[in-house]
């Protein structure tokens, strides 16, 4: 390897994850982000002095995020402060209420009182996802698992569950259809129809009644900040406010990145946690058209509307589940209420919480600034929330435009939505198939948005530079 850096584009999780993998390795790495801050889309953000998470409100993969603390050196269970979540979520709809607890008995009691019959069904749900995501869980630790690895872990088994979409998989469990809604509910998240969402999202209620769904003390920004930290211990520090502008390659390798105030740093090797799509379409004007428009074929995923808001909790801090998701009657998207001082009381009678839609891209991108803010407008009208908040104040509303500008986010996307047949396709490649020397980290790379795959990603990108 040359004596340039390696250059990291963006410190969000998996920016951070590869330049800590890759310093442990000896290799110099120059990280630039073009925020003033570190962690993406999970910083943290402050209104009226108040700190908020920005987006990320819950960890569903514990196990995963101990794995990428592991294989840097890190200890997760000593450095963040996590609390397990009781009570994960309820979904209100017209035909009730589906409330899920961390313990699998209450809520598969909760379900027969409701469905006689259904307690079994779900019991025998639960245990066959815990089988089966036992099996696969090592995939998550491979660039990019083919044959060989689904027959190294004994996943082969698994095949036609991994060929089946999450709709399939919660049909055949025989569970009554709210429940059913319930289980499927982070597809909404994604904008996404349970037909088109991948087999394991089908994992969720193993994890939560197994590993457990846990919240850090201090936000989800909380495990920002440690990576940040053992990053400043490695030496490497992180050069904020620095865009890059394209990724420069010569005979089809890289030599550097340019940046937006007209500078240049040269290098061989690049890694970019930018969105994966946005890297090739607009970072390197040396991919093809035709590779641009396939990419840019992808079904992208948006940030949605996000509420910062304070109140007081009107429940039983006990009783109240942490997140509370509401079905509207046309079937639309879901929203949600985040209460994070359920899983972490704060002193004060007035608390901070969240109010979140989550919105299709295409609609979004339709609707405009303009269309997304009247959207915002009538979510905080919609009185179901309200019914358990008094004093509700509004601090601030984020849409998916300034979700865009804030986090310099392609198209006012996360990244390409993580649908059957994307996962299927193999997702995007760490090491990129169209320019040498150029490494992707990111939600694109790995099996979906959450952090414990971003962090995941950036390691094995890392991994591929190493190699
Ligand atoms: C509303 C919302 C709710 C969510 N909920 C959850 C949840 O409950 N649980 C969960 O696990 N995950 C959740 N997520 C997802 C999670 O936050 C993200 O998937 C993850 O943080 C993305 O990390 P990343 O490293 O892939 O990318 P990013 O966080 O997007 O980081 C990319 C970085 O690159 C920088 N950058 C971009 N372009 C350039 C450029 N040209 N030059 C220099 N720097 C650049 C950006 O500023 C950014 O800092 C949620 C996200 C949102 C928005």
Known sequence: ??????????????????????ARGGIAVQVVEARSVPGGLAAPVSFAGRSFDAGPYILLDRPGLTWAFEQLGLELASLVDLR???????????????AIHREVERTADGFERRWPGSAKPYHRFVAEMTRIHARLQPLLHVSRP???ALIACGGWRHIRFLRRSLGEVLRASRLPGPVIQALGIWT???????????SPMAFVPALIHGPGAWYPVGGIGAVVEVLVRALERLGVSIRFSTRVSAIRTVQGAVSGVELAD????????????VHGVGTYCDLVPAITPRVKHRLAALPLQSPGVCIYLTGRVR???????????????????????????????????????RLIAPMRHAEAQAMGAVGQQAFAERLIAEPWWRAHVDDAQVLHVRTPSEWGATCHLHRDSMNPVMTAAFMRAGRLAHRSPYVDGLHLAGSSTHPGQWLSFCAMSGILAADEVLK
């Open 188 to 198: 909404h998240v994604a904008g996404q129809t349970l037909n088109l969402a991948p």
């Open 262 to 273: 007209g500078g240049f740093i040269a290098a061989e090797r690049v890694l970019s946690d």
């Open 1 to 22: 390897m040359s004596n340039h850096p390696v250059v990291i584009i963006g410190a969000g999780m998996g920016g951070l994850t590869a330049a800590i993998r890759l």
């Open 146 to 148: 083919g044959l060989g």
């Open 315 to 353: 429940a039983a801090m006990s009783s109240a589940p942490y997140l509370r998701f509401q079905l509207p009657d046309d079937h639309g998207l879901c929203r949600l209420l985040v209460q994070p001082s359920v899983v972490v009381p704060e002193n004060e009678n007035v608390v901070g919480m």
């Open 84 to 98: 397990p979540i009781e009570h994960p979520y309820e979904v209100t709809s017209a035909e009730g209420v589906v």
